[in-house]
């Protein structure tokens, strides 16, 4: 058994970050279209976008920027980002093993959260299309109107917890951004990377990942 595989099998319950370990939900050049769209209803309004927001393909880090710089621009910012992600969900195809995964899990009895920064509309759209729902604890997406305490804040990791009434060592998080790695420390909720590249795993070790994983079947 892999180091990862251990640390996943030591675990109560399992977090798992949503775009990436379960799907690829907006890959490029989608991407680019979402975070076009989400400038869009500031642009209308004649923000001015500073140079990394105005070509950024990560509609989320304009969803963010949206909040501190133009609030009054936020609540239609946040439409745009549900709607390209529910979207996305609608052909969104599974990372490989992920499905097997959460059946897997609860047919152990290990409850799985999905915490994640995507809206929770577009996370249970997905689910419920691949008829996922039944494996899935809870959905803890990203805060409606609070941009600032998605990952790598810990609101959503600890809303999990909550839900889930467990210790955060008893726990384990899979995620495959920086982010998921730094929230997970914050938190004290051990971490296995999804890395979908040598160079991102040596870059989710580097950030302090507990293991480190190029395939999610490998949990399972």
Known sequence: MSHAAEVFAAADAVLLDFDGPVTPLIPAPAN??????ARAPMLARSVALDDHIGTTSDHLAVLRWAATNAPEALPEVEAVCDDAETAAASTAEPTHGAHDLLARCDQVGKPVVIVSNNA??????????????????????RPTGRPDLMKPNTHTVNEALRSLRIEANRAVFVGDSLSDVEVSRAAGVPCIGYAKTPRRGDELREAGADAVTADIAELA
């Open 32 to 37: 680019l279209e979402a975070a076009n769209a």
């Open 120 to 141: 929770e509309v577009a996370i249970r759209a997905y689910l419920e299309r691949w008829s996922l729902t039944s494996y899935i604890a809870a959905v803890i997406g």
